[in-house]
């Protein structure tokens, strides 16, 4: 980022922040998780602040509904800012992002996982229809460093192995 | 008549009075068709009752009675059976039925049939026929039956001798002039002793040889009745002989009628053949007898030992005329001053020596090894050619890889075929005429003697040995080198189709098929093989091939150009395609000389076609053939079925359907393993999806919350 566009972001940000200097301080007590979180899980991407993020601004947007409806005002954001219970609504939001973040792996490693044992199952049962055309004959074993050698001796001149990379590609 | 059809049913009530008597002489034969006490040559079939025995039919005209046998008119290789002729009733005739361990001269049969010959037995049909006393088929000859019977009843018997005044007009001019009709049509009895010379009429004047065919020539032959060279042969190596062989052997019989007996009768070939070559024929078979002096002439003619001073028709017919011949004297033996000592005899002359040489084989070797025999034939002889011939002989052969042993025996076998070019060729016990090799081995074969012997032949050369010893260039020697070549190649072949079976069917023009299977049924060609295998197909052992080693052996012999590739294709060592080979084989002769249905054979062939159907890969393919195959059998065509087995595109199709079915395996198989193998990747690549799920959610949320947020707010 230049230093110029870095100016014409301040010449934008400071008066809008200047005019919603009550919005500034609710948010700048209420989204101090998400800083964390920001912190937290530097160096392995921003996918934890953003969901902390975005669960900590869902928490706090009933509150600064409130400050921009009743009164946009230093004192009203005093008074939110003051709330215990605004307190456990920022903070048990942007604990429910933490909650997303932290179990959404494990639930999406458990559905591919289920995936795989599905899609093991059928091309199983499609190697025990090739026995049953074909016979025993057409069995084989994959053996990961021979198959890579074989492919790549036989890939200019086999047939079969012409015909073995369609199979792969569903093809055939 | 050949592969004449055969009815057998039980014998008809006699249709023809018994034959009466034969004259004196000769035991009265032919009993009557009641009497059948008379132990069967063979396994006699039982008579069917209330009848009169069983019989065959031949040619809708020759009824053969299988248990009316004629003991006198036997042959030492057929047996006599009385035949009534429906056509000419009354007609005298009887069959000789030949024993299947000996085969007989169908070429001179086919040459014969029909011929009246004079001074020769009028054969008046032949063929091939099931003989039911011994349950397979047999080749049998309808001659016409000498009423007068045998002139003299065996060899070893005696009888009233012919009167010396009937012996030129009576015997020797009738004769002589059958053999010349004979020799006109390229044919040598090689069957003439007194025991096979009959008389046609009750009065016992009309004299005529008996048959020849029954045998290959001259195995029936007594050793006194040869030439020293033919006597000294195993008799079924003979060869077909020539028109001078005959006349010595008529030569030989006539001295014997002359006498009234053998003149050796009791005295063992091997001394036979000796006095003959000391003393000459005619002095060893005359011996201190006394001979009508108008026939010695004669008999020095015809018992000359040189085949080209022996007297032919045309000296006889001088000598009939009262032109009174001396026989040229054979040239004498080149006698040595200084005699050669071997097996405690003294020699001077090379024939005798050559023979006492292969009669003491071992010691043979010795005096041929040190040199000695050498020397003598040089300086004794002064033979030089001779000589350099067996040092030549000893060297080359002993110069040649293998055991000493073998290598002694061809040197002695040599150094013989030197000494004595007209001899047969001599191996130990195997004593066989070039020309007669090929008969030799159907008959070894056929009596299922050892074949080393025929194989080391080939194999030694020793037939080339033989032509390059003789002095005299004959023009079938090329003919040998060509056969001989052709010989050896199929013995080094190990497959069907060639061997020691093609060697024997390719010498041999007219020998049936030999295969177990089809050994009964007599198969002369080709297009009999078929039908012979769907008559055996019920019985055989349907595991086999019906294409085996004799009948492919056969087939390649006798139809080369129509069977050479399916043969060779049945020789693939797949075994698909090997028994593909074999039902096309089977099927290019159904197609090219039928019969078209071949139920039974369809059966037994379509029954062995596993190894073509489990070479399908397509389990569908296979199941469509077995459920197709017996359909197609029970039409009765092979080549139908072998149209439908070797379809090239099924199998091409079959061929990359499995390929494909192949590489369809594999690539599951790889994805199974990237899929049972790929948990870490999943692992990073379910955290990194999970988070970026997570985010989306809880940006959704936020969202919802906010827009909630503010339409309660406007609201």
């Known amino acids: 980022m230049n230093k110029s566009r870095l100016f014409l972001y301040a010449i934008i940000a400071i008066p809008i922040g200047l005019l919603m200097i009550p919005t500034m301080i609710v948010l700048m007590v209420a989204m101090i998780p998400t800083g964390v979180a920001f912190l937290m899980e530097r160096g392995k991407g921003y996918y934890g602040g953003l969901t902390v993020g975005a669960m900590n601004l869902a928490g706090t947007s009933p509150y600064l509904a409130d400050l921009w409806f009743k009164g946009h005002n230093i004192p009203a954001a005093v008074g939110i800012i003051t709330n215990v219970f605004a307190w456990m609504m920022f903070y048990g939001a942007a604990l429910f992002g933490w909650a997303i973040y932290s179990t959404t792996p494990s639930i999406v490693s458990a559905f591919m996982t289920m995936t795989a044992g599905n899609r093991i199952t059928g091309m199983r049962a499609q190697q025990r229809e090739l026995v049953q055309k074909w016979g025993p004959d057409v069995e084989s074993v994959y053996e990961p460093d021979k198959g890579a050698n074989e492919n790549n001796e036989s890939s200019q001149t086999s047939t079969a192995a012409k015909m073995a990379k369609a199979a792969g590609n569903g093809k055939h | ?715």
């Open chain 2, 1 to 715: 008549m050949a592969e004449a059809a055969a009815d057998l049913r039980p014998s008809p009530e006699p249709v023809r009075p018994a034959p009466k008597p034969v004259l004196a002489g000769v035991p009265a034969a032919d009993p009557p068709a009641a009497d059948t006490t008379e132990p069967a040559p063979a396994a006699a079939p039982q008579p069917t009752p209330g009848s009169g025995g069983s019989f065959i039919v031949v040619r809708d005209r020759f009824t053969i009675f299988c248990d009316r046998p004629i003991p006198s008119l036997d042959m030492p290789n057929a047996l006599a059976f009385e035949v009534a002729d429906r056509k000419q009733e009354g007609r005298p005739l009887y069959a000789l039925v030949c024993k299947p361990e000996m085969p007989a001269r169908i070429s001179v049969m086919r040459a014969l049939k029909g011929l009246e010959i004079p001074a020769v037995l009028h054969m008046v049909d032949w063929g091939v026929a099931e003989w039911p006393p011994v349950d397979r088929k047999c080749v049998i000859v309808i001659y016409h039956r000498p009423l007068g019977g045998r002139v003299m009843e065996s060899m070893s018997g005696q009888f009233k001798r012919i009167p010396d005044h009937l012996f030129a007009r009576s015997v020797i001019k009738p004769i002589a002039d059958g053999l010349v009709e004979l020799g006109q049509k390229g044919i040598a009895h090689r069957a003439i002793r007194p025991d096979n010379l009959y008389y046609m009429d009750e009065q016992r004047t009309k004299m005529v040889l008996g048959d020849c065919v029954t045998a290959v020539p001259g195995n029936d032959q007594p050793v006194v009745l040869e030439t020293i060279e033919s006597g000294s042969c195993t008799p079924s190596a003979r060869g077909s002989g020539t028109y001078a062989d005959d006349m010595y052997a008529f030569g030989a019989s006539v001295l014997m009628l002359a006498i009234g007996r053998n003149p050796m009768q009791g005295v063992p070939d091997i001394e036979i053949i000796r006095r003959k070559i000391q003393t000459g024929s005619y002095g060893a078979l005359v011996g201190d007898e006394r001979m009508p002096v108008s026939l010695i002439e004669c008999l020095r003619g015809m018992l000359t030992d040189d085949p080209d001073q022996r007297w032919a028709a045309t000296n006889i017919d001088l000598w009939l005329n009262g032109k009174r011949l001396t026989p040229i004297q054979a040239k004498g033996e080149s006698q040595a001053q200084r005699p050669f000592r071997f097996a405690e005899q003294e020699f001077h002359s090379i024939r005798p020596l050559s023979y006492a040489m292969y009669q003491h084989w071992d010691k043979a070797s010795q005096v041929i090894n040190d040199g000695s025999l050498e020397v003598w034939i040089r300086r004794g002889h002064e033979l030089n050619d001779l000589a350099d011939g067996i040092a030549t002989a000893i060297k080359s052969t002993g110069a040649m890889a293998g055991n000493k042993a073998d290598a002694d025996d061809v040197i002695v076998a040599r150094v013989l075929m030197m000494l004595d070019q007209r001899m047969p060729i001599r191996w130990r016990d195997f004593r066989v005429f070039v020309e007669g090799f090929g008969q030799a081995l159907a008959v070894a074969m056929l009596r299922k003697q050892k074949l080393q012997p025929f194989t080391d032949f080939i194999n030694r050369e020793l037939w080339r040995h033989w032509v390059l010893a003789q002095t005299k260039h004959l023009p079938d020697n090329q003919q040998y080198e060509n056969v001989f070549k052709d010989l050896k190649n199929y013995l080094r072949d190990p497959n069907s189709g060639a061997g020691i079976e093609r060697c024997v069917y390719e010498l041999n023009e007219w020998q049936p098929c030999m295969s177990p299977l089809i050994e009964a049924q007599y198969v002369m060609e080709v297009k009999g093989v078929l039908p012979a295998l769907e008559s055996v197909s019920k019985t055989a052992n349907t595991k086999l091939w019906p294409v085996d080693r004799h009948v492919a052996a056969f087939l390649r012999a006798r139809y080369a150009k129509g069977t050479g590739t399916q043969i060779d294709s049945m020789n693939d060592s797949r075994p698909d395609r090997a028994t593909i080979g074999m039902l096309s084989v089977l099927a290019i002769v159904q197609r090219r000389l039928g019969p078209e249905l071949l139920h039974g054979l369809a059966m037994w062939v379509g029954g062995l076609m596993w190894p073509v159907i489990n070479s399908y890969q397509n389990r569908n393919k296979s199941k469509e053939l077995e459920k197709e195959i017996p359909k197609l059998i029970r039409k009765g065509s092979l080549a139908e079925l072998f149209i439908y087995l070797d379809n090239p595109e099924e199998r091409q199709k079959d061929a990359e359907g499995f390929a494909w079915a192949k590489a369809e395996y594999a690539a599951a198989e790889k994805q199974i393993y990237d899929l049972e193998h790929g948990q870490m990747d999943r692992q990073d690549s379910a955290i990194k999806t999970g988070r970026q799920a997570g985010t989306v959610v809880a940006t959704v949320i936020m969202f919802l919350t906010i827009l909630v947020t503010l339409v309660a707010k406007l609201l």
